[in-house]
């Protein structure tokens, strides 16, 4: 066997990832770049079961992560948020890292509202966590995942990643004036770029209203401030998506791909289903090419693509006129 193909092999079985050079030498045959979307996982299962059906959703889980693992074209698979199982613990927050450590390729992560905002009581029972430990949460996240909020760039694209950083309040997702006036100068000094926005909590106004027996995401469950958002985002046309876990939205819901989805009309909030409800795992994946943004949903139960949810959004920017 050639050098090269017992090397192969041998990476292969260590679970090695490829060199960087390697990796760049693929990229360069495509005309796009791949982002998957991974939310809402809570491993190993955010309901409280035991036994097989405990044993069960991890297999699912972790069949799930191994596609995602075994697709040679990936660039980045961004995490966005509930990655923990419940409560935000030093034990859970073990547990997912070894999960996520299982996916070879590169990674984004923010947090959810799972990750910092609940703990348990004495009894050890779930519940909302007081300053202490919203804080402790925050630095524990910091050690296992890196920043609360941070930006990269990917072909021609920047990403901007949110995470909740406020310790007071009782929205699920809100970001302090320090994060967004980060997020303003950020847009601001890239206002050539398409620009794509992560964010645990979706944007407000960008569900359907409440239905008999459905309930829509309320204030608490929308990015806040919700108003300093929008004016913000109302200046910045760079933006072209805003892709959002937290609401558990799965294929087939109304929210899932609707006109609504549009903030003002023109940001794309993608919404994505979680890994816990069932045995079904859906991942949206966005292929970056130079002039579009081509956003599929995979059936990882079913080993298919769905092309009844395929979206193209424009990448390309107007040009200013001159002052």
Same mark, same amino acid.
């Given at each position: ?5 017992? *090397? ?13 050079? !390697?990796? %760049? #030498?693929?990229?360069?045959?495509? &005309? ?9 996982? +809570? ?22 992560? +191994? ?8 660039? =980045? #698979? ?10 935000? #613990? ?15 390729? %590169?990674?984004?992560?923010? $947090? ?13 029972? *779930?519940?909302?966590?007081? =300053?202490?430990?919203?804080?402790? +949460?925050?630095? %524990? ?51 050539? $770029? ?5 964010? +645990? &909590? ?20 929308? !990015? ?5 958002? /929008? ?36 940001? =794309? ?10 045995? /079904? ?17 995979? #059936? ?17 920017? %107007?040009?200013?006129? $001159?002052?």
């Amino acid at each position: 066997m050639a050098r090269s193909g017992w *090397f192969k092999k041998l990476q292969s079985v260590l679970g090695i990832a490829p060199s960087f050079s !390697a990796v %760049r #030498s693929k990229r360069a045959g495509r &005309a796009y770049r791949r982002i998957v979307v991974l939310s809402d996982i +809570h491993y190993p299962s955010k309901t409280c079961i035991s036994g097989a059906p405990y044993m069960n959703k991890m297999a699912t889980k972790e069949n799930a992560l +191994h596609d995602i693992s075994h697709w040679r074209d990936v660039d =980045l #698979s961004v995490f966005t948020g509930d990655m923990v199982q419940r409560d935000g #613990s030093q034990a859970e927050y073990a547990t997912v890292k070894a999960f996520v450590r299982g996916l070879r390729c %590169r990674k984004a992560f923010i $947090a959810g509202n799972h990750e910092l905002l609940y703990s348990k009581d004495g009894a050890g029972h *779930f519940t909302t966590a007081g =300053l202490f430990d919203r804080i402790l +949460h925050m630095k %524990r996240y910091t050690r296992t995942f890196g920043p609360l909020y941070y930006m990269r760039r990917l072909y021609g694209y920047v990403l901007i990643f949110l995470s909740p950083d406020v310790t007071t309040g009782q929205a699920a997702v809100e970001l302090s004036q320090q994060q967004l006036h980060w997020l303003q100068q950020v847009l601001t000094e890239n206002r050539d $770029a398409p620009t794509i926005i992560f964010c +645990h &909590a979706p944007l407000a106004g960008t569900a359907l209203p409440d239905a008999a027996g459905v309930s829509r995401p309320g204030e608490r469950d929308v !990015a806040q401030p919700a108003q300093a958002l /929008a004016d913000i985002l109302r200046h910045q046309p760079q933006v072209r998506l805003w892709v959002s876990g937290h609401t558990h939205t799965r294929p087939g819901d109304p929210d899932f791909m609707n006109p609504v989805n549009y903030f003002d009309g023109r940001i =794309l909030n993608v919404y994505n289903g979680d890994w816990d409800d069932n045995e /079904a795992i859906y991942t949206n994946s966005l292929y970056l090419f130079a002039d579009r943004i081509v956003i599929r949903t995979y #059936s990882h139960k079913d080993h298919c693509w769905l092309p009844q949810f395929d979206r193209v959004v424009t990448a390309v920017l %107007r040009k200013r006129l $001159a002052a």
